[in-house]
């Protein structure tokens, strides 16, 4: 079946011996446009096998020399960004430039992370004994970091390229190997993106590529015992796969439900702009996303009909075209979110739109009068619908922000730098943002989530530090 796209293994490109495929759904026409293969848990411990003896040799390599690899990589990726930002606009239905943005992103990222690792990892610790209580100076101790060994990424569908290759990254300049394991949508931009790594000129195996049904692989690769880490990216799956997991260090992003708090005396036209892009940039599929607005009674009318303003010169329709609001991702996820839509109706939220709906494509809505009995009040979407909350002050948003099971990002509308200080403090989650909606980036940034939003720290510096381990050696003297 020759338009199945083939897997990555051992340095060559593969066809499955299970003889089966996974089709890949275009959101906006909802038919299939490409074929992955459907790997087999053997094929799983073959590559596994393979990554273990490859990372070996790999940990030996000199850092410059990984880090010449990468930087290699980052710059046949941003060569290739206008085919692979193709297969993100059929896959995932991200907007066109966008879709150009993410490659460009990641290739910016692989080459600050091959400069940071060449920084970070070349230098240890060198430690004496005498400044803890009794010792004499007779021991010296030199610290230095130590690949873990196999690394596991799982990149979600939001982003198949960047959130792959800031996992890739950290694991390869650290000296680990590398399987990844792309989102079914995103998977042929992934391969696309591994054949850039592969290009370059890496050793064979140590970077892999499998894809597969999750149901027939996804919980083989993540108990799998020879994976020594493990680095999700997506929704309550990675809740499941931390319980089930060994005892290995790992690295989740989840959801979120980013509030985003406006004071009285905020400027509330970048308020509105920032929850117009915060909310409906990629449709609202961003764990990132602006998710629900706790604003000031006083300033709630003003506020709202500033948002209304702006979404009307939202373009709705096809990736292709550029539009700003394009299908949601899957059939079930609309449904999912209609689900919301139409429970907030039914309890009384006033539309300041009309609710629109074709296929996979909804219409921006902003849902104004939201009551905290709402399941938009604490629900994700993961679509173009944003609930807003009128509140009378800000204890009563940080109450309803801390109130969630998420703790990603959140930010805070005001002029008074001392009360957004404050209220970031109070607030329970991995980032605030000041004055500017929740995002990611820049990727040097640290990035987390509390709560059911993660375990661990990413951004760059966090990641090549997370995907190694203290090796010491002391040097005792007579
Ligand atoms: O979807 C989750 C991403 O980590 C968010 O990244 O803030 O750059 O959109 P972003």
Redesign the pocket.
């Known amino acids: 079946d020759g338009d199945v796209y083939k897997f990555y293994a051992d340095g060559e490109w593969k066809k499955s011996d299970s003889g089966k495929f996974v089709p890949i759904i275009n959101p906006t026409t909802r038919n299939t446009h490409f074929k992955v293969q459907a790997c087999s848990q053997e094929e799983v411990n073959k590559i596994i096998e393979t990554a273990k003896s490859a990372q070996k040799s790999w940990a030996k390599t000199p850092l410059w020399k990984r880090a010449e690899l990468l930087h290699k990589a980052a710059a046949i990726l941003k060569e290739h960004r206008a085919p692979i930002a193709e297969c993100l606009v059929k896959e995932i239905a991200k907007p066109a430039k966008d879709a150009v943005t993410e490659v460009v992103r990641s290739g910016d990222l692989v080459s600050y992370c091959a400069e940071e690792g060449v920084r970070i990892l070349g230098e240890g610790k060198f430690l004496v004994s005498d400044s803890f209580p009794g010792n004499e100076r007779t021991k010296y101790c030199l610290t230095s970091k130590i690949p873990l060994g196999v690394v596991l990424a799982i990149p ?1 569908f ?2 198949p390229v960047n ?1 792959a290759v800031s996992k890739i990254a950290p694991a390869l300049i650290a000296g680990n190997s590398l399987v990844l394991k792309p989102p079914t949508q995103g998977a042929v931009a992934a391969l696309h993106m591994v054949h850039c790594f592969h290009l370059a000129g890496f050793p064979k195996g140590l970077m892999s590529c499998i894809t597969g049904k999750g149901s027939e692989i996804g919980d083989f690769l993540t108990m799998h015992p020879g994976v020594n880490c493990i680095s999700f ?1 997506g929704g309550d799956t990675g809740i499941a796969i931390s319980k089930r997991a060994s005892m290995i260090p790992l690295q989740m ?1 989840l959801g979120g439900k980013d509030a985003c708090i406006i004071l009285e005396d905020s400027d509330l036209d970048l308020a509105a702009a920032n929850i117009v892009k915060g909310g409906f940039s990629y449709s609202g599929q ?3 996303a602006v998710k629900v607005v706790l604003v000031m009674e006083s300033v709630a009318d003003t506020l709202v009909e500033k948002v209304k303003t702006k979404l009307a010169k939202l373009t709705v329709g096809p990736p292709e075209d550029d539009c700003d609001i394009t299908p949601v991702i899957t059939e079930s996820s609309a449904n999912f979110i209609e689900g919301l839509v139409m429970d907030a109706k039914q309890k009384g939220a006033t539309f300041c739109q009309e609710y629109k709906r074709e296929g996979n494509l909804i219409w921006p809505l902003l849902l104004d009068h939201v009551r905290p009995d709402m399941r938009i009040a604490w629900e994700e979407p993961f679509g173009p619908v944003l609930p807003v909350l009128r509140i009378n002050s800000a204890e009563e948003g940080i109450n309803h922000c801390n109130a969630s099971n998420f703790g990603l990002q959140g930010c805070v509308f005001t002029r008074d730098i001392n009360k957004a200080i404050l209220i970031s403090d109070a607030m329970e989650t991995g980032t605030v943002q000041i004055n500017s909606a929740p ?3 820049p990727d040097h940034f640290p990035f987390q989530g509390l709560k059911d939003s993660g375990i661990g720290s990413q951004g760059i510096t966090n990641s090549i530090n997370m995907m190694t381990k203290i090796k010491s050696t002391v040097i005792n003297l007579p």
């Open positions: 979600p939001n982003y959130l990216t992003e961003r764990c990132t995002a990611r980036g």
